[in-house]
């Protein structure tokens, strides 16, 4: 707001009266160390989504990397298990969301819970991995409508390390 200070300060100061209050930072990280929801997830517990193999049982985050398809096949895209190497197909993701949980990375001071959580994590019927899949050869980001767009013009879906992609805190 012109001339009262920072917004997120300033709402953030507005719920000091409650002592039940919850505050959510809701945002993707866009530019690395410019950005609020990177700087309020560090300071958090840095909670990852760890989610079993179907088939090794091993607990892992969905990472970029991971997501393979047959080449000029984007809609046939497909997970590997990081520890057993078996491909685990969309199908799959269900059971593995309802058997997965919520790790801390981090110690965190027990007041600020952080989440992370990308795009590969969406439920059966929200977007699928072939909608939301990344050329690292090419460089392109693809969405559901078909067209690619370069990575450049898409930092939410840029595959990398933990974050933009999406947070929550």
């Known amino acids: 707001v012109d001339g009262e200070g920072d917004p997120v300060a300033l709402a953030i100061q507005r719920t000091v009266t409650f002592a039940n209050r919850k505050i959510l930072i809701v945002s993707t990280p866009t530019i690395k160390g410019f950005s609020r929801i990177e700087s309020a997830y560090e300071e958090s517990d ?3 989504y760890w989610v079993p ?3 090794c049982k ?3 985050v969905l990472e970029w990397p991971q997501l393979k398809w047959p080449k000029d096949e984007r809609e046939k895209a497909y997970y590997v298990c990081i520890s057993c190497c078996e491909i685990i197909h969309e199908h799959h993701k269900g059971w593995m969301l309802d058997n997965g949980r919520w790790i801390a990375g981090e110690p965190g001071n027990g007041n600020i ?7 590969l994590y969406s439920p059966l019927g929200w ?11 090419t460089g392109i980001a693809y969405f559901g409508t078909g067209n690619p767009t370069p990575v450049t013009n898409v930092t939410r879906l840029a595959p990398g390390p933990l974050l933009y992609s999406a947070s929550v805190v």
């Open 46 to 48: 840095q909670r990852r």
């Open 53 to 55: 193999c179907p088939f």
């Open 58 to 60: 091993h607990e892992q």
């Open 113 to 119: 819970t952080g989440f992370h959580l990308s795009g």
């Open 127 to 137: 977007v699928s991995w072939g909608q939301i899949a990344v050329d690292e050869e």
